[in-house]
């Protein structure tokens, strides 16, 4: 591995992440195809809805000046038929590059090594593992995804000086300014769906689309937990039709509301339900994976946050506060648990920080199990 290695890899990867929230169910992956010279010939990332693949946009572009080249990509080359098109392997080994840079395995058993091992039976060098950590949290959701049949989540959380959430009355309250909020829009960009609880809808009758100029079309998924189906119909949610709402409700013979939810636009999910007849947040998000989603948002309140953290189902945690308190009314983040209950665990570890002017945004990345036997010790 080389300098230059790191370095087209690292360009590899700003593209991957063009792609994330747009190409599910399949993972966002950034390829390039270098010359001998260093010239750059052609360059690709996974296309919207999952095809093209990243590198046979690439190598596309690259045209013949492949041959002989070092190719770069972030996940292993798929090698497994699909009917849509020859396995990027198969595509590399017909281009004839010298070389060909990979980040990381893909774990897909589909996949798993083959790729790998396709291209190096072509007499083509291949050299692993570069930059791997990064290209991992660029594919955190696709490896998440085929490894422990889930998407990974990130939990987003905004709160006042003393910790507490505003309370919504029938509509948003805002307890960070403008460019914060507008980094959360980003995130949503970046995620294929976005999670809330069925209070959240009432008490902030939210939109959950992405709202950045030129950025409406990468609003997620916006999936509500709703055991009951009492989501009302005039909710805003179903004011853009252009962008999907599933309820996931109750699994039982029959639901309240379905055909007038059905009519406003949304999809009905049923999801079978703990002893207590709630919604169980593991098969929610079991379900959310069998329909190819890799990336979840959970913008929900409270109880929503808590549930993903007790059920050890946080990846990532982004939690933006605001300078002033959010007040006497304001809310746990956790529903009886303040942020020390995520940030003081000793599962999280903070690893980047960003002020938008007078707020303050943390982000925190699990690095070990956090139960709820291991949190009570």
Same mark, same amino acid.
């Given at each position: 591995?080389?300098?230059?290695?790191?370095?087209?890899?690292?360009?590899?990867?700003?593209? *991957?992440?063009?792609?994330?929230?747009?190409?599910?169910?399949?993972?966002?992956? @950034?390829?390039?195809?270098?010359?001998? #010279?260093?010239?750059?010939?052609?360059? %690709?990332?996974?296309?919207?809805?999952?095809?093209?693949?990243?590198?046979?946009?690439?190598?596309?572009?690259?045209? /013949?000046?492949?041959? @002989?080249?070092?190719? $770069?990509?972030?996940?292993?080359?798929?090698?497994? =038929?699909?009917?849509?098109?020859?396995?990027?392997?198969?595509?590399?080994?017909?281009?004839?590059?010298?070389?060909?840079?990979? @980040?990381?395995?893909?774990?897909?058993?589909?996949?798993?090594?083959?790729?790998?091992?396709?291209?190096?039976?072509?007499?083509?060098?291949?050299?692993?593992?570069?930059?791997?950590?990064?290209?991992? *949290?660029?594919?955190? %959701?696709?490896?998440?995804?085929?490894?422990?049949?889930?998407?990974?989540?990130?939990?987003?959380? *905004?709160? &006042?000086?003393?910790?507490?959430?505003?309370? &919504?009355?029938?509509?948003?309250?805002?307890? /960070?300014?403008?460019?914060?909020?507008?980094?959360?829009?980003?995130?949503?960009?970046?995620?294929d769906a976005i999670l809330v609880g069925r209070g959240t809808i009432f008490a902030d009758d939210p939109t959950l689309t992405c709202r950045l100029p030129g950025m409406s079309c990468r609003s997620p998924v916006r999936v509500? !937990?709703?055991?009951?189906?009492?989501?009302?119909?005039?909710?805003?949610?179903?004011?853009?039709?252009?962008?999907?709402?599933?309820?996931?409700?109750? =699994?039982?013979?029959?639901?309240?509301?379905? =055909?007038? !939810?059905?009519?406003? %636009?949304?999809e009905i999910v049923p999801v079978p339900v703990d002893d207590h007849g709630l919604i169980d947040i593991h098969d929610a998000m079991e379900t959310l994976a069998d329909r190819g989603i890799t990336r979840v948002l959970v913008?929900?309140?409270?109880?929503? +946050?808590?549930?993903?953290?007790?059920?050890?189902?946080?990846?990532?945690?982004?939690? $933006?506060?605001?300078?002033?308190?959010?007040?006497?009314?304001?809310?746990?983040?956790?529903?009886?648990?303040?942020?020390?209950?995520?940030?003081? #665990?000793?599962?999280?570890?903070?690893? *980047?920080?960003?002020?938008?002017?007078?707020?303050?945004?943390? $982000?925190?990345?699990?690095?070990?199990?956090?139960?709820? +036997? !291991?949190?009570?010790?």
């Amino acid at each position: 591995m080389s300098v230059s290695d790191e370095e087209h890899m690292a360009q590899a990867l700003r593209l *991957a992440r063009r792609g994330l929230g747009l190409t599910w169910p399949n993972p966002s992956v @950034g390829s390039i195809v270098v010359m001998p #010279s260093g010239e750059v010939a052609g360059r %690709g990332w996974t296309a919207p809805g999952g095809r093209p693949h990243a590198e046979a946009i690439a190598l596309e572009h690259a045209g /013949t000046k492949a041959e @002989g080249s070092t190719i $770069y990509v972030t996940l292993e080359p798929c090698a497994h =038929e699909n009917g849509r098109g020859m396995p990027c392997a198969d595509l590399i080994v017909a281009a004839g590059p010298k070389r060909v840079v990979i @980040g990381m395995r893909d774990p897909d058993t589909r996949t798993a090594g083959r790729g790998i091992d396709l291209i190096k039976a072509a007499g083509i060098e291949v050299e692993e593992g570069v930059l791997s950590k990064e290209a991992a *949290a660029v594919t955190l %959701g696709h490896v998440i995804r085929v490894t422990r049949g889930r998407p990974a989540i990130t939990l987003k959380l *905004a709160v &006042g000086a003393d910790g507490l959430m505003p309370q &919504g009355h029938g509509e948003p309250v805002w307890i /960070t300014g403008e460019d914060a909020r507008a980094h959360g829009h980003l995130l949503r960009a970046r995620n294929d769906a976005i999670l809330v609880g069925r209070g959240t809808i009432f008490a902030d009758d939210p939109t959950l689309t992405c709202r950045l100029p030129g950025m409406s079309c990468r609003s997620p998924v916006r999936v509500v !937990l709703d055991n009951r189906l009492r989501t009302p119909p005039d909710a805003k949610l179903f004011d853009d039709p252009m962008v999907p709402v599933w309820l996931l409700c109750a =699994e039982t013979e029959s639901q309240p509301n379905t =055909e007038v !939810l059905h009519e406003h %636009g949304a999809e009905i999910v049923p999801v079978p339900v703990d002893d207590h007849g709630l919604i169980d947040i593991h098969d929610a998000m079991e379900t959310l994976a069998d329909r190819g989603i890799t990336r979840v948002l959970v913008e929900g309140g409270p109880s929503v +946050a808590r549930s993903v953290l007790d059920a050890d189902l946080v990846d990532e945690a982004v939690i $933006y506060q605001g300078p002033n308190p959010a007040g006497a009314d304001g809310l746990t983040p956790f529903a009886g648990d303040g942020l020390d209950r995520l940030t003081a #665990s000793g599962h999280f570890i903070l690893i *980047a920080s960003r002020a938008f002017g007078p707020d303050r945004m943390t $982000y925190w990345r699990r690095i070990r199990t956090c139960s709820l +036997a !291991l949190s009570a010790a």
